[in-house]
């Protein structure tokens, strides 16, 4: 058998993924000890892989070598296996490879096998997947979100985005989301009860976020200059819950808070959280999250692209701002 594998070449620059990454063709390898063999049914786009593109050596993960498979998380089936708990046959999420077939340690893949009642396999990866993780965390852990309390959420319409909004909404806050564009942010209103939506490309934020009445906890997939308007429209005590650095990312900036004194004055808690640090708690996070999931109380639309050939081109979408949901591509069976 042979597979598709997309492979780092260069370092990009900005969104150029189309220089950086080369579809190649190869021969699938028999798993290890302790490995398994994964047919790609789905792969997930997710903002924070872009800086395993970069060169950066101080993030919270080493960049990707040149020459390497592009990771990220799939799901799909085991056609071949050296670990006990995961037989052939057996549906499963783990980090894999962009590729047809994934082979990983089923240990440091962090491989799950996955209950086959949940009707769409892709809630695995958005309410009961890391997004889903990361929100409920962010939101109840980091930012520690009280019931009365206004919280504020950065790419509102992304995928981790839009679940730690209705999260925020269950636990009994008041929600603003912060999205661009006048469609996304009226669907926040509309379709996910948000007290508010302020459309980030419309300027004048500032002037928007005072409708708030001063936010306690500010939920941050983002960074960049939106970071100083939010620091000074925060209530004292607040917390900042920061999940993503979107911003930086293709521009290849860092954030440096202009209003960084607020920190002081304010008396804020500004604290970064990552997924593989509560990793041992997804089960419980999971148990909770699948009980919103199935009462119909948390809810993720899917913007699908299909085709691995196609996958830079829902990777650049998905960066770019131009979906509202969970970003997935769909492979051939």
Known sequence: MTTRTWRLESRPHGTDFARALRLTEGPVIEPSYGEIVIRNQWL???AGTRMWMSGRTDGYQPPLPLGAA???LVIGRVTASRHKDFPEGTLVRAFGQWADYSKVDAVLSGAIALDESVGDTRAWFGPLGMNGWTALWGIERTGAAKAGETVLVSAAAGATGLLACQIARLLGCKVWGMAGGPEKCAALTRDYGLAGAIDYK?????????????IDVYFDNVGGPLVDD?????NHYGRVAVCGLVADYNSGTRTHPREFDQVLMRRLRIEGFFSPDFMHHGPELTGRLRQWHEAGELDLPYDVTRGLENTLTAYDRMLSGKTFGKVVVELEP
Do not use: C, E, I, Q
Not at 230 to 234: E, H, N, R, W
């Open 70 to 72: 592009m990771s990220g």
């Open 44 to 46: 997930s786009m997710d």
């Open 202 to 214: 419309a300027g004048r934020v500032l002037d928007a976020l005072s409708a708030t009445g001063g």
């Open 230 to 234: 939010v620091l000074v429209t925060m």
